[in-house]
Protein backbone atom coordinates (compact mmCIF):
# COMPACT_ATOMS: atom_id res chain seq x y z
CA UNK A 1 0.00 0.00 0.00
CA UNK A 2 1.51 3.56 -0.86
CA UNK A 3 -0.34 6.17 0.93
CA UNK A 4 0.13 9.92 -1.09
CA UNK A 5 -0.87 13.00 0.09
CA UNK A 6 -0.81 16.27 -2.22
CA UNK A 7 -0.06 20.02 -0.89
CA UNK A 8 0.57 23.44 -2.04
CA UNK A 9 -2.32 24.13 -3.91
CA UNK A 10 -3.96 27.78 -3.37
CA UNK A 11 -5.45 30.89 -4.98
CA UNK A 12 -3.29 32.97 -7.42
CA UNK A 13 -3.62 35.43 -9.56
CA UNK A 14 -3.30 34.95 -13.71
CA UNK A 15 0.33 34.83 -14.74
CA UNK A 16 1.29 33.65 -11.55
CA UNK A 17 3.05 30.30 -10.21
CA UNK A 18 2.79 27.68 -7.55
CA UNK A 19 4.23 24.54 -6.74
CA UNK A 20 2.39 21.36 -5.82
CA UNK A 21 4.32 18.44 -3.76
CA UNK A 22 3.22 14.75 -3.09
CA UNK A 23 4.42 13.13 -0.32
CA UNK A 24 4.69 9.52 -0.65
CA UNK A 25 4.96 6.50 2.02
CA UNK A 26 4.29 3.06 2.52
CA UNK A 27 6.80 1.27 -0.02
CA UNK A 28 9.98 2.55 -1.85
CA UNK A 29 9.09 5.46 -3.83
CA UNK A 30 11.58 5.14 -6.65
CA UNK A 31 9.88 1.65 -7.68
CA UNK A 32 6.49 3.85 -8.99
CA UNK A 33 6.23 5.57 -12.19
CA UNK A 34 4.37 9.04 -10.85
CA UNK A 35 1.45 11.07 -12.51
CA UNK A 36 -0.49 14.59 -11.87
CA UNK A 37 -4.47 14.52 -13.17
CA UNK A 38 -6.53 17.23 -12.79
CA UNK A 39 -10.49 17.50 -12.73
CA UNK A 40 -11.99 20.80 -13.24
CA UNK A 41 -16.27 21.45 -11.81
CA UNK A 42 -18.25 19.47 -14.00
CA UNK A 43 -15.18 18.14 -16.52
CA UNK A 44 -13.50 14.46 -16.52
CA UNK A 45 -10.02 13.97 -14.85
CA UNK A 46 -7.16 15.00 -17.42
CA UNK A 47 -3.51 13.59 -17.71
CA UNK A 48 -0.94 16.64 -16.50
CA UNK A 49 2.39 15.39 -16.07
CA UNK A 50 4.03 12.10 -15.87
CA UNK A 51 7.51 11.42 -14.93
CA UNK A 52 8.86 7.42 -15.00
CA UNK A 53 11.02 6.01 -12.70
CA UNK A 54 13.96 6.77 -14.63
CA UNK A 55 13.50 10.64 -14.88
CA UNK A 56 11.68 10.43 -18.17
CA UNK A 57 8.79 13.16 -18.36
CA UNK A 58 5.72 13.64 -20.69
CA UNK A 59 3.22 16.66 -20.30
CA UNK A 60 -0.37 17.20 -21.42
CA UNK A 61 -0.29 19.29 -24.50
CA UNK A 62 -2.26 22.54 -22.57
CA UNK A 63 0.66 22.26 -19.84
CA UNK A 64 4.07 21.90 -22.18
CA UNK A 65 6.22 25.04 -21.53
CA UNK A 66 4.25 25.72 -18.16
CA UNK A 67 4.63 22.94 -15.60
CA UNK A 68 7.66 20.91 -14.70
CA UNK A 69 7.34 17.45 -12.95
CA UNK A 70 10.29 16.41 -10.92
CA UNK A 71 11.18 14.26 -7.93
CA UNK A 72 13.11 13.81 -4.85
CA UNK A 73 13.60 10.08 -4.59
CA UNK A 74 15.34 10.56 -0.87
CA UNK A 75 12.58 12.49 -0.29
CA UNK A 76 9.76 10.45 -1.37
CA UNK A 77 8.16 13.74 -2.92
CA UNK A 78 7.01 14.11 -6.62
CA UNK A 79 6.14 17.89 -7.50
CA UNK A 80 4.71 19.96 -10.13
CA UNK A 81 6.08 23.31 -10.56
CA UNK A 82 3.58 25.23 -12.67
CA UNK A 83 4.46 28.92 -14.10
CA UNK A 84 2.27 31.18 -15.79
CA UNK A 85 -1.01 29.69 -14.41
CA UNK A 86 -4.05 30.73 -16.29
CA UNK A 87 -7.94 30.55 -15.33
CA UNK A 88 -8.24 27.29 -16.82
CA UNK A 89 -5.82 25.46 -15.19
CA UNK A 90 -8.16 26.10 -11.61
CA UNK A 91 -9.06 22.06 -10.81
CA UNK A 92 -8.75 19.95 -8.17
CA UNK A 93 -5.18 18.26 -8.52
CA UNK A 94 -4.10 14.74 -7.62
CA UNK A 95 -1.12 12.73 -7.84
CA UNK A 96 -0.86 9.10 -8.87
CA UNK A 97 1.52 6.38 -8.57
CA UNK A 98 1.99 3.04 -10.31
CA UNK A 99 4.63 0.50 -10.65
CA UNK A 100 3.70 0.28 -13.84
CA UNK A 101 2.03 2.95 -15.19
CA UNK A 102 2.53 4.17 -18.45
CA UNK A 103 1.92 8.61 -18.63
CA UNK A 104 -1.74 8.14 -18.85
CA UNK A 105 -2.84 4.24 -17.53
CA UNK A 106 -1.89 1.52 -14.87
CA UNK A 107 -1.69 4.05 -11.48
CA UNK A 108 -2.39 2.17 -8.53
CA UNK A 109 -2.89 4.85 -5.94
CA UNK A 110 -4.21 7.95 -6.06
CA UNK A 111 -3.69 11.04 -3.69
CA UNK A 112 -6.70 13.03 -1.75
CA UNK A 113 -6.01 16.57 -4.12
CA UNK A 114 -5.26 20.08 -3.94
CA UNK A 115 -7.75 22.81 -5.34
CA UNK A 116 -5.69 24.94 -7.62
CA UNK A 117 -7.81 28.16 -8.25
CA UNK A 118 -6.55 31.20 -10.96
CA UNK A 119 -7.97 34.08 -10.73
CA UNK A 120 -8.59 36.49 -13.83
Known amino acids: QVQLVESGGGVVQAGGSLRLSCVAS????????MGWFRQAPGKEREFVAF???????NYADFVKGRFTISRDNAKNTVYLQMNSLKPEDTAVYYCAAGRLATIISGYEYWGQGTQVTVSS
Open 26 to 33: GRTFSNYA
Open 51 to 57: MSRSGGT
